[in-house]
């Protein structure tokens, strides 16, 4: 594992989720880490992710685009404003002319990765995939201090406030617990 890994997790539910989610600690200014800026991340989190099976070369050339791509989706999810969703709106006609379906039912349109100039269009196609679905109604964003990563909360009461339980949860836990037992300092 690289160091860009360390403390990175696969938990938005959707690789959409996850590309938000390669800015850790985005609410707060002075941790804020952009791991699409670690040589080498953006291969491996593309193979993790599924987006490719082989390994991609060259992924200097589209962290910027990949990066402007990653913010558009951020603020759609959590405050759309018509300049994004035009933005957004101009990227996905561009991708669509580049996409491709297997003859199969349902259809489903993807960029097929040959070179790296493929990315960000088969990522514009599985952002704009993922922001159509009913899922998008279910994102959240996780409730500790200065995380902001994004998640899809499949509970019965939609009541998901962590990122991981192991993570922000329990971190906040161990605060409260800390409050109660030393009320004067906490």
């Known amino acids: 594992m690289t160091d860009s890994w360390r403390g990175y997790h696969l938990i938005g539910g959707n690789p959409t989720l996850d590309l938000v989610n390669t800015v850790s600690w985005r609410l707060d200014a002075a941790r804020t880490f952009d791991r699409l ?9 593309l193979a993790r992710t599924g987006v490719v099976a082989d390994p991609v070369t060259g992924e200097t050339a589209v962290v910027d685009p990949v990066r402007e791509l990653r913010e558009t989706v951020y603020r759609l999810l959590t405050a759309p404003v018509p300049a994004d969703v035009a933005r957004f709106g101009e990227s996905v006609a561009a991708a669509r002319g580049l996409a491709v379906a297997e003859p199969a ?12 100039d493929d990315v960000v269009p088969a990522l514009t196609l599985v952002a704009d995939d993922f922001l159509r679905s009913h899922d998008a109604a ?11 990563w994004l998640f899809l909360d499949r509970t019965r009461n939609h009541s998901r406030q962590w990122c991981s339980s192991q993570d922000c949860g329990n971190r906040e836990r161990a605060r409260r617990h800390y409050r109660r037992a030393h009320p004067a300092r906490g």
């Open 37 to 45: 800026a670690a040589p080498g991340f953006l291969s491996l989190w």
């Open 105 to 116: 039912l349902p259809l489903r349109w993807t960029v097929p990765i040959n070179r790296i």
């Open 138 to 148: 279910l994102v959240r964003q996780c409730a500790g201090s200065g995380c902001g």
